[in-house]
C-alpha cells in the first residue's frame, strides 16, 4: 500500500456502531490522503459465526473471529475496537491492553467508575494508545463552538443547558435484552439515559466549558416490568428511563442537563446552549451542519442571533469535503475521530478523550445516579 503504514483493526461487535466504526476506518483514507497510518480492516469478531461473516463480507473485513479472546492473541492486530455492549468493555479493554494492542472502546467507557479504574490502569500501564469514542465532539460545528470559547468571544460564561431526548423506548411491549435493546438491561447497561445519552452532553459539556462539580438529579423510571430477552420472563426494570440534572462547573457557571427516551416526537435532540457575558451559542443535532451565535458586541441595529452553516473550508475539518455550501452529516463525526487517532499516532499525542478523561464523565453520571437515588447534591470528585 504505497508508503502507507497500516493500523490494522480487530474489530469486536458488529451492531449500530460496528458499522459506524468500520465505514469511517474506510472512508478516512479517501478524505485524509495526506495521513501517513491506513486502517486496515483485518479482522471482525462476535459471537453468530454466520452473522459475522456476513458482516465482514458486507464491509470487507479480511477475516473472522467467534471468540474475542482469539482476536486480541493475533499478531497481525494492531488495535482492538470495542463495539459490544458496556459490561464486556472493561474486560476486552484490560485483557487487549495487557496483549500491548491499541484499544479504542465506544461510549460509556464502563458501567461505573470503579470498573473504568482497572481499564486506565491498564493502558496507562501498558502504555498503549486508547480512546473512547465521544463522537459529537468532532461534529464540525460544534468543534467550532470549542474554538470560539477558547478564543474567548463567549467571555465568562454563566449557563450551560443541554438536552438529549429520544422517544423509542415508550412501548411496554419492548422487552429489555437482546440486540439493541440490551439499553434496557442495566446489568449489561449500567444505567439507562444516563449512561447512554448524558454521558455524551457531559462529554460535551466537559470538552467546551470544563470541569463539573457537584450535581442534584432527579430519575424516573416510567415502566417498572419489562419481559427479559434473557429469561423471556418479566422482570424489574432498573434502567433510568430520564434523568434531569442541574450542577455547578468549575469555572463558576450554572448548567441544566435533561434526558429521556419518553419524549414522543423527539428521536435524537441532542442540544446544547451556552450563554456567555459577551455571547451566546447554541446548536441541535437535528441541523448539525448549523451553529448558532448571538454577539452583543454586534452594532445594535443589526443585532441578533446569526445561523452559522459551519461548511466553509476554514471552519473545522470541512476542507476534507466537499464545497463550501455542502453539508455533512451524522457519520463524518467518526470518520474525524478516526482521522484524529491517526494523526495522534503520527504525532505522538494523546487522542481525547482518553481512557482517563472518560472516567471523567463517569464519574459525573455516577454522581448524578447517587444525587437521584440520595436525593441530595453530590460532588462528582472532578477537580478540574
Ligand atoms: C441510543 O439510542 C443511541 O443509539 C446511543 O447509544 C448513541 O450513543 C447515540 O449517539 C444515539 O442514540
Known sequence: MNNKKELRIGLVGYGFMGRTHSNAYLRVPNFFPELEYVPVLKAVCARNEERVKAFADQWGYESVETDWKALITRKDIDAIDICTPNNMHAEIAIAAAQAGKIVLCEKPLARTVAEAQPMVDAVEKAGVRNTVWYNYRRVPAVTLAKQLIDAGKLGKIFHYRANFLQDWTISPELPQGGEGLWRLDNDAAGSGVTGDLLAHCIDTAMWLNGGIKDVSAVTETFIKERVHTGTGKKQKVDIDDACIFHCHFSNGSLGVFESTRYARGHKALNT??????????????????????????????????????????????????????????????????????????EDNTPCSPTFKEAQETQKVCEAVLDSAKTRSWKDTGVTW
Open 272 to 345: 446544547f446552549e451556552i450563554n456567555g457575558e459577551h455571547a451566546s451559542i447554541r446548536w441541535d443535532l437535528h441541523d448539525l451542519n448549523r451553529l448558532e451565535y448571538f454577539d452583543h458586541r454586534d452594532e445594535s441595529i443589526v443585532r441578533g442571533w446569526r445561523s452559522i452553516h459551519v461548511t466553509d473550508a476554514d471552519q473545522p475539518f470541512m476542507d476534507k469535503w466537499w464545497v463550501p455550501g455542502l453539508s455533512i452529516g451524522y457519520e463524518h463525526t467518526f470518520v474525524h475521530q478516526v482521522a484524529d487517532f491517526l494523526i495522534s499516532i
